[in-house]
């Protein structure tokens, strides 16, 4: 897949494909949109959405409030312009009782609309949000979602996303699984449920996930340990706790292809995305590469 630029906003930002315009004109390379569940839902109450000024962090417990399947598809269709890649990502509706079913209605639906789709294996807010970590779940879910993206027209990449909350021999397990299942990509990551002991604001003791500052060495280093474990061969979306250029750029040279982010815009504003492309831009040039993807996995080479 082609990149005008390697930045973007990352799921959970535009859930109903609502702003996608929006999102290309704050510069994104690539977009992101949902997470989308077959049939709408509306998600935990409220409040469910948190901040941690002082630790410039956020705490969701949305529970993927969304308007369905139906309604997102239409506007990823007519959102759809063929040059800025545009993917979508999907969960399991929170009371389906076959959860690796709404997976795959969910693939038979995008796929021919979408660029890349994106299996969130990782949201802590929704009962069926994490069923997949287990290993042998995945590997069923990903041999059948392979089957009905070879019977699609479509046919696009497909993405998993992870949480940072796993033990390092889990992680390993899932690695091997979606190895095997020839994953294209592998987006690290989604918030945690881990409280550091840093934090300073009064929502730090509120349920979900963290995101934000807090999140983007737990994020980083989770990224380093993928792609020290897959060499370089899998192209990983760094995601978590990116504020400025500095950031993106560190997530780049731990591994990432590509860089997304959230909870930065609440901070710093719309303006972030222009900002941390020309700062990467800057330190590519400084340090003497013509070619983003010279920089990509830089830390294990040096
Ligand atoms: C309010 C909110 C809603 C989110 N919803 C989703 C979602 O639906 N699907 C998903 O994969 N990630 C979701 N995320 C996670 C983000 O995509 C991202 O992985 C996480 O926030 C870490 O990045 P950040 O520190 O830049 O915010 C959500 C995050 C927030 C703050």
Redesign the pocket.
């Known amino acids: 897949m082609h990149f005008a630029n390697p930045v973007a906003v990352?799921?959970?930002?535009d859930?109903n494909a609502a702003a996608i315009a929006g999102a290309r004109r704050l510069g994104s390379g690539f977009v992101e949109i949902?997470?989308v569940t077959p049939r709408a839902q509306i998600g935990n109450p409220k409040p469910r959405?948190f901040r941690l000024a002082p630790d410039r962090?956020?705490i969701?417990r949305?529970g993927?409030n969304?308007e369905g399947s139906d309604a997102v598809l239409a506007r990823v269709q007519a959102a759809q312009n063929g040059s800025t890649p545009l993917g979508v990502?999907l969960?399991a509706n929170s009371d389906s009782t076959d959860p690796a079913n709404d997976f795959i209605a969910l693939v038979e639906k995008f796929a021919p609309a979408a660029d890349f789709l994106?299996i969130?294996v990782?949201?802590p807010n929704s009962a069926n949000g994490q069923v997949f970590l287990d290993p042998g779940a995945l590997a069923d879910l990903l041999t059948r979602l392979n089957a009905t993206r070879e019977a699609s027209s479509g046919a696009p990449v497909m993405f998993a996303?992870l949480a940072p909350d796993l033990e390092d021999s889990h992680l390993s397990e899932l690695l091997d699984v979606m190895l095997a299942a020839k994953i294209d990509a592998i987006?690290l990551?989604?918030?945690t449920t881990a409280r550091p002991d840093s934090l300073q604001s009064n929502n730090a003791g509120e349920r979900g996930?963290l995101?934000?500052?807090p999140?983007?060495e737990m994020?980083t280093e989770m990224l380093r340990k993928v792609y020290a474990r897959t060499n370089g061969t899998v192209p990983l979306i760094g995601?978590?706790?990116?504020m400025s250029g500095a950031d993106a750029y560190t997530k780049i040279r731990a591994g990432a292809s590509l860089v997304?982010?959230?909870?930065?815009l609440v901070y710093e504003g719309p303006g972030l995305i222009q900002t941390i492309k020309h700062d990467i831009a800057e330190r590519l040039t400084r340090d003497g590469f013509s070619n983003l993807s010279e920089a990509v996995g830089l830390e294990h080479r040096s």
């Open positions: 990352s799921a959970g930002f859930k949902g997470g959405l962090a956020a969701n949305m993927f969304n990502n969960a994106t969130d990782s949201c996303k987006t990551c989604n918030t996930g995101s934000g500052a999140l983007f994020a995601v978590g706790g990116v997304q982010l959230y909870t930065g």
